[in-house]
């Protein structure tokens, strides 16, 4: 499933994300990872929790490279249960309209492989045209 944090900068969705992984990672049973625009974060994640930094992967700049990427790391890893991506309109060239397909194709992996996503989005729900909000989970 697919989950999302929504709310413009400053609403506390990071933070919401990084105690949702601390908490989520306490009862799985396999691998949780949280995927974030810089290295920030690192420390307040528990040690248990697999952080990429994004800024280690700068030629990744489109939505298919972002999916092909997040495929990458569930080949080498098949017991993730949830992967956390933290303000996906930050990384790489993502932007508003970009959003209908990746939601959809993250939809898809998620189906596929058996795991969770929470995507947190700086913007609100009106501003997101074409996204079927029916087909995910709204956590705030």
Do not use: W
């Not at 990084?18 to 306490?26: G, R």
């Not at 080498?76 to 508003?96: C, G, Q, R």
């Amino acid at each position: 499933m697919v989950k999302l944090l929504i709310g413009h900068k400053g609403a506390g969705k990071t933070k919401q994300m990084v105690d949702l992984a601390n908490d989520n990672i306490e009862k799985s049973n396999g691998s949780v990872i949280f995927i974030n625009k810089n290295s920030r974060l690192m420390y307040d994640l528990k040690y248990r929790i697999r952080v990429v930094c994004m800024e280690d992967f700068e030629h990744i700049t489109n939505c298919d490279e972002y999916i092909g990427f997040l495929y990458g790391i569930i080949s080498s890893d098949h017991d993730i249960e949830t992967i956390y991506i933290d303000s996906i309109l930050k990384h790489a060239d993502f932007s508003l309209g970009d959003l209908p397909e990746f939601l959809t194709r993250l939809n898809g992996i998620s189906k596929n492989y058996g795991m969770d996503f929470v995507v947190s989005l700086s913007a609100e729900k009106e501003e997101m045209i074409g996204v079927d909000f029916s087909n995910y989970e709204i956590l705030n």
